[in-house]
């Protein structure tokens, strides 16, 4: 049992470049989400999806896209990638039926930077 | 859902009892109290959660006052690896969508 696992750990692009994070669950939890967070600040929700096939936007969406095809999978795009879109970004899973825990399953994040 | 406020920073002893403090005034009926941890630069960990009462897992005990305007947590003996940014945050009971990871409180533990 893996958990959440994220793709890749360190990546740099040029500005304009485009790149996908991958993030996978191994929990079959319904809710998933992407989070970015900048130095010595708080997480921000870009994107977050309630099952497959449906998707939503959080507080930072711009310059992203997302999609769920799968239960498992949550791939975040980043298109013309930007300085401001350097960060870490975490992936996070939660919930597979009954009361919610509380808990949100966390990746160990995929740092980007973009010169 | 309501906002929260914390302290910046915190220093505590290791072994002592280390008290994290929340406000959060405009809490509603239906929301839930949750902690959270980030060690380094590692994704968040989940805590505990409450709602009205006090809580109490194998990691911390969660303390609401009777009016949930504001809330502890405590950690009972403190150790460096609980060294970590701490994050209180108020949402209903929605499955994590709505959750906001502000700030928090940078918790050091000094030997």
């Known amino acids: 049992n893996a958990g959440v696992t994220q793709t890749p750990k360190f990546r740099i692009l040029k500005i304009g470049q485009s790149m996908t994070l991958q993030c996978a669950q191994d929990?079959?939890?319904?809710?998933m989400y992407w989070y970015r967070q900048d130095p010595g600040m708080g997480l921000k929700l870009i994107y977050y999806?309630?099952?497959?096939?449906?998707?939503d936007k959080g507080e930072v969406p711009n310059g992203y896209n997302v999609s769920r095809s799968t239960t498992e999978d949550f791939p975040l795009r980043l298109e013309l990638a930007a300085p401001s879109q350097t960060s870490v970004y975490f992936c996070?899973?939660?919930?597979?039926?009954?009361?919610?825990?509380?808990?949100?399953?966390f990746g160990e994040g995929s740092r980007l930077t973009v010169l | 859902d309501a906002k929260t406020t914390q302290p910046p920073s915190m220093d505590c002893a290791e072994g002592r009892a280390a008290n994290l403090p929340c406000n959060h005034s405009?809490?509603?009926?239906?929301?839930?109290v949750y902690w959270y941890r980030q060690i380094h630069s590692q994704g968040p960990q989940y805590i505990i959660h409450?709602?009205?009462n006090n809580e109490t897992n194998e990691m911390a005990s969660l303390i609401i006052t009777e009016d949930r305007k504001s809330s502890t947590l405590i950690l009972p003996h403190a150790t460096l690896r609980d060294t970590a940014v701490y994050y209180c945050?108020?949402?209903?009971?929605?499955?994590?969508?709505?959750?906001?990871f502000g700030p928090g409180t940078r918790l050091s533990v000094l030997p």
């Open positions: 996070a899973s939660s919930y597979k039926g009954g009361l919610f825990s509380g808990e949100l399953f």
């Open positions: 929990m079959n939890h319904n809710y």
């Open positions: 999806s309630v099952g497959a096939g449906i998707t």
């Open positions: 405009t809490i509603s009926g239906n929301e839930y």
């Open positions: 409450g709602l009205k």
């Open positions: 945050i108020v949402s209903r009971d929605n499955y994590g969508q709505n959750f906001v």
